[in-house]
């Protein structure tokens, strides 16, 4: 921001002993960076006569703000010219408070370059800046005047449609153009010098708006690709041909309207987690949607028990071996620190350890990999039928331990997975304890943002997640005694009831004698 920055360098000079010259500054839009400058003596001029110069400044609009500040050159003279948005009316407030006037003539604040491209407000022997609310008013009271009003405005979620009453100045042609000047405006006390600079630096968006075709019709502007439920502050300028040296000079602007969009739905809350903590509870954890379009009044949690994979059946652990699924924490809800990529003993001690910004990044895709993949695998893929197996038979060998294969359940026809119950709960904060679930099962959870206006403009797209919860720790217990009959000469025939609920499937049995 040029503004600050120039204050912070020259807001504590209170003179200058010799003159003040500002040229070819395109990025001023006010001298009020010079926010302690009470005297400029003058020991040195510009060409020998001028104390003040000021030439060529596109967008300089404002000198001070003369209502809290003073300032005296007590010799010399001011020279402004080209400065075609710096109103004659400053220069002449400008005159009256440094006691400069009559020290200049028309050559030297020439009135034909300077505030030929703003809109100023001219009046009987008078000239003064049109600002309504945005500044310092005017304080003479003969000028010709006239205020731009709004006579109707649409607002949506991301636009809004204004229209203000049409501009007649005695002259119609005279009249080019308008200009909608528009910001966010969280507050509702903006000033259109504070702060800005014609690098664009907290500056007003400009948007030019060409006359109606139609005398009788009133200019309008839609204003796009707003921010939802953002205020935004809006005022409206006339712009006209002709100069002060002509005698006929008008100008109308409008005051500072302050309008805020419609909400829409939230953006999708962020950075889901998800901990087990016991064999029937899930804890997830969640950060609120980037944008929230609204006010955020509570989250909708979903969440519904998964099959299991029956394609699990298709693999011989018995000699393959078998590695199950866990329920562990993410490990962010211990230090919130962002996901750490897990790492076996050989890559611990790799000489040449990635950045942590890296390590980051890459947990971050392996995390997404594995969720996207469990998406499209629960919600796309049809499994196919599992083959049917053989009787269970556990043959004694010269070994002490022995694994057996239970039957596989069949589905009759190649019969879809089951559609389990969906639940839902409305919390107000940003975690949700599910309860009452089913031990060692998988869940997918979907979390919606809901802001003020959900009723209307519908909750935000799911965020998701897959946890699992803990094992029952006498879930696969045996019930019942084992009974066994012979069943040849060297083997015997075990049998046994099944776990009533075990923890998931039950792919293998471990029989130790």
Same mark, same amino acid.
């Given at each position: 921001?040029?503004?600050?920055?120039?204050?912070?360098?020259?807001?504590?000079?209170?003179?200058? =002993?010799?003159?003040?010259?500002?040229?070819?500054?395109?990025?001023?839009?006010?001298?009020?960076?010079?926010?302690?400058?009470?005297?400029?003596?003058?020991?040195?001029?510009?060409?020998?006569?001028?104390?003040?110069?000021?030439?060529?400044?596109?967008?300089?609009?404002?000198?001070?703000?003369?209502?809290?500040?003073?300032?005296?050159?007590?010799?010399?003279?001011?020279?402004?010219?080209?400065?075609?948005?710096?109103?004659?009316?400053?220069?002449?407030?400008?005159?009256?408070?440094?006691?400069?006037?009559?020290?200049?003539?028309?050559?030297?604040?020439?009135?034909?370059?300077?505030?030929?491209?703003?809109?100023?407000?001219?009046?009987?022997?008078?000239?003064?800046?049109?600002? +309504?609310? #945005?500044?310092?008013?005017?304080?003479?009271?003969?000028?010709?005047?006239? @205020? #731009?009003?709004?006579?109707?405005?649409?607002? $949506?979620?991301?636009?809004?449609?204004?229209?203000?009453?049409?501009?007649?100045?005695?002259?119609?042609?005279?009249?080019?153009?308008?200009?909608?000047?528009?910001?966010?405006?969280?507050?509702?006390?903006?000033?259109?010098?504070? +702060?800005?600079?014609?690098?664009?630096?907290? /500056?007003?968006? %400009?948007?030019?708006?060409?006359?109606?075709?139609?005398?009788?019709?009133?200019?309008?502007?839609?204003?796009?690709?707003?921010?939802?439920?953002?205020?935004?502050?809006?005022?409206?300028?006339?712009?006209?041909? =002709?100069?002060?040296?002509?005698?006929?000079?008008?100008?109308?602007?409008?005051?500072?309207?302050?309008?805020? =969009?419609?909400?829409?739905?939230?953006?999708?809350?962020?950075?889901?987690?998800?901990?087990?903590?016991?064999?029937?509870?899930?804890?997830?954890?969640?950060?609120?949607?980037?944008?929230?379009?609204?006010?955020?009044?509570?989250?909708?949690?979903?969440?519904?028990? #998964?099959?299991?994979?029956?394609?699990?059946?298709?693999?011989?652990?018995?000699?393959?071996?078998?590695?199950?699924? @866990?329920? /562990?924490?993410? @490990?962010?809800?211990?230090?919130?620190?962002?996901?750490?990529?897990?790492?076996?003993?050989?890559?611990?001690?790799?000489?040449?350890?990635?950045?942590?910004?890296?390590?980051?990044?890459?947990? !971050?895709?392996?995390?997404?990999?594995?969720?996207?993949?469990?998406?499209?695998?629960?919600?796309?893929?049809?499994?196919? =039928?599992?083959?049917?197996?053989?009787?269970? %038979?556990? %043959?004694?060998?010269?070994?002490?331990?022995?694994?057996?294969?239970?039957?596989?359940?069949?589905?009759?026809?190649? !019969?879809?997975?089951?559609?389990?119950?969906?639940?839902?709960?409305?919390?107000?904060?940003?975690?949700?304890?599910?309860?009452?679930?089913?031990?060692?099962?998988?869940?997918?959870?979907?979390?919606?943002?809901?802001?003020?206006?959900?009723?209307?403009?519908?909750?935000?797209?799911?965020?998701?997640?897959?946890?699992?919860?803990?094992?029952?720790?006498?879930?696969?217990?045996?019930?019942?005694?084992?009974?066994? $009959?012979?069943?040849?000469?060297?083997?015997?025939?075990?049998?046994?009831?099944?776990?009533?609920?075990?923890? +998931?499937?039950i792919l293998k049995y471990e029989i130790k004698y």
């Amino acid at each position: 921001n040029l503004a600050s920055e120039l204050q912070s360098s020259l807001g504590l000079i209170e003179t200058i =002993t010799g003159f003040l010259k500002i040229k070819h500054s395109f990025a001023l839009v006010s001298l009020s960076f010079f926010k302690n400058l009470k005297l400029i003596r003058g020991d040195s001029m510009v060409d020998g006569n001028y104390t003040l110069y000021v030439l060529d400044n596109q967008n300089l609009q404002q000198l001070w703000d003369w209502s809290h500040h003073v300032l005296s050159i007590p010799v010399g003279k001011m020279y402004f010219a080209f400065n075609p948005k710096l109103c004659l009316a400053e220069i002449y407030r400008m005159e009256e408070v440094t006691g400069t006037k009559g020290r200049q003539n028309k050559a030297e604040i020439n009135p034909r370059t300077n505030g030929d491209r703003a809109s100023c407000e001219y009046g009987d022997g008078d000239i003064r800046q049109l600002r +309504g609310p #945005l500044s310092e008013p005017c304080h003479p009271s003969t000028g010709k005047t006239q @205020t #731009l009003r709004f006579i109707s405005n649409v607002t $949506e979620s991301d636009r809004i449609f204004l229209k203000w009453e049409r501009y007649r100045p005695p002259e119609y042609r005279d009249l080019l153009s308008f200009i909608v000047y528009y910001k966010e405006s969280p507050f509702q006390n903006v000033s259109e010098y504070v +702060g800005q600079d014609a690098c664009g630096a907290q /500056s007003w968006n %400009v948007l030019d708006v060409e006359l109606p075709l139609s005398s009788e019709q009133a200019p309008g502007v839609a204003l796009l690709n707003l921010r939802p439920w953002t205020q935004y502050a809006i005022f409206v300028r006339a712009i006209t041909l =002709t100069t002060a040296e002509e005698g006929r000079n008008y100008g109308a602007q409008s005051e500072v309207v302050y309008i805020r =969009t419609m909400p829409a739905a939230p953006t999708v809350p962020r950075d889901v987690i998800s901990m087990s903590n016991s064999s029937s509870h899930i804890v997830v954890r969640w950060k609120p949607p980037t944008q929230r379009n609204g006010n955020i009044t509570y989250y909708l949690v979903l969440w519904q028990q #998964l099959a299991e994979d029956m394609e699990l059946y298709v693999n011989d652990y018995c000699h393959k071996g078998l590695k199950l699924p @866990t329920s /562990s924490a993410d @490990t962010r809800f211990g230090d919130g620190d962002g996901p750490e990529v897990e790492q076996d003993a050989e890559e611990r001690c790799c000489p040449c350890r990635p950045a942590d910004g890296q390590l980051r990044m890459e947990g !971050e895709a392996e995390s997404f990999q594995k969720k996207f993949e469990n998406f499209l695998h629960n919600s796309i893929i049809i499994p196919r =039928t599992p083959k049917r197996r053989r009787d269970v %038979v556990a %043959v004694t060998s010269p070994a002490n331990a022995s694994s057996a294969e239970p039957p596989v359940p069949s589905r009759p026809g190649g !019969e879809p997975k089951p559609d389990f119950q969906i639940f839902e709960d409305k919390v107000v904060r940003d975690r949700a304890v599910l309860s009452r679930l089913r031990h060692f099962t998988e869940y997918r959870i979907d979390i919606h943002a809901c802001n003020h206006a959900a009723h209307t403009v519908g909750c935000s797209a799911a965020t998701f997640v897959f946890a699992r919860t803990m094992p029952e720790l006498q879930a696969d217990n045996i019930p019942g005694n084992v009974t066994w $009959e012979p069943a040849g000469k060297n083997s015997v025939l075990l049998r046994w009831e099944e776990p009533r609920n075990p923890n +998931g499937l039950i792919l293998k049995y471990e029989i130790k004698y």
